[in-house]
């Protein structure tokens, strides 16, 4: 009997260890495009500046960034993909920063429960683990070099060379002069090459989230923005957002709270500036109301997330921002 129930308890339990998971995000603070490679396998055949990785299922894995540049040192690291309060299965956020030496690391930034339903903002390269990383996208171009050769004759004389007789007369005198040129018999053949070099061009398209080859003809201009947050989050998910950004003491981990509930969700004019308020220091408030500018369910209210700011340099920085999206 024994037996029996912790057999019906494994089952019960088999499907909640099928589906813990968890997903990794690594992004470049200052830009840098990187290749990602995990438990020695490649992520991604481009090089991105934010790269997430999801359907892990253990606590560790062995990293390697490598840049684009070649100049900058690889990094090599184990990280956890776990929450580190609770060791759970999370969804967790790591940033490549350079430091005050120039140096480049890889440093902790956020874990999160791993939402049901993610949607990757469009500035994210997305990849399943287990899944080969799709191939470079082709060259966008060729040059076909074509020879062409043009046979030309001139001429013609008879056989025994080509031949001429001069007579002159003068004062009694007759001299009888013949020219003759074995090496013109025959015909006169001359042969002309002619070289002509054809360039190619095939349009593939945009690559999307794959980028481009180095090397390659540059990708046409990208589409029209369009703006992706229609609705912003309830008012239950909203309070529990609120109360996760409330427990932490210093604003660099609010920050980052913040900053991972928008990676999946959208909030309004007035969540925004409730969330903002949240904040000690203004130079936290702005960062916080610059990245959530995207992230607004009714940007045409934008304005008044200003009236949170103290200093009028504060809100025309904001202003300046929204100006240049």
């Known amino acids: 009997m024994k037996f029996k129930k912790l057999a019906i308890a494994l089952l019960l339990l088999a499907p909640l260890s099928l589906f813990a998971q968890s997903s990794l995000t690594i992004f470049s603070e200052d830009g840098y495009k990187f290749y990602l490679v995990l438990n020695g396998q490649k992520q991604n055949n481009v090089p991105m500046t934010n790269v997430r990785i999801d359907g892990l299922t253990q606590p560790y894995y062995n990293t390697t960034i490598i840049f684009e540049d070649g100049s900058k040192p690889e990094i090599k690291k184990n990280v956890p993909v776990t929450d580190p309060g609770t060791n759970a299965f999370a969804d967790v956020t790591y940033k490549i920063k350079t430091q005050k030496s120039g140096d480049l690391k890889m440093r902790y930034f956020s874990a999160t429960p791993v939402a049901p339903n993610y949607v990757p903002p469009p500035d994210v390269y997305v990849m399943h683990y287990g899944q080969p990383a799709p191939p470079p996208p082709p060259v966008m171009g060729g040059t076909t070099v074509t020879q062409t050769t043009v046979t030309q004759t001139t001429g013609s004389a008879p ?86 950004i409330g427990k932490s003491s210093f604003d660099d981990t609010k920050l980052s709270t913040a900053k991972t509930v928008l990676t999946s969700n959208c909030m309004s004019t007035d969540q925004i500036t409730q969330i903002c308020k949240m904040f000690s220091f203004e130079a936290s408030m702005l960062d916080f109301a610059k990245y959530a500018y995207d992230r607004c369910s009714d940007q045409s209210n934008y304005f008044k997330v200003g009236n949170v700011f103290k200093f009028d340099a504060s809100r025309t920085e904001l202003n300046e921002y929204i100006s240049g999206q």
């Open 159 to 244: 056989a025994g060379g080509m031949g001429a007789s001069i007579n002159v007369g003068a004062a009694g005198m007759n001299m009888n002069i013949n020219i003759s040129d074995p090496d013109m018999s025959m015909g006169s053949t001359s042969t002309v090459t002619r070289t002509t070099t054809t360039t190619t061009t095939t349009d593939m398209g945009y690559a999307g989230n794959d980028g481009y080859g180095a090397g390659t003809t540059p990708p046409p201009p990208p589409p029209a923005r369009v703006h992706r947050c229609r609705f912003p989050m309830d008012a239950g998910n909203f309070r529990s957002a609120k109360e996760t």
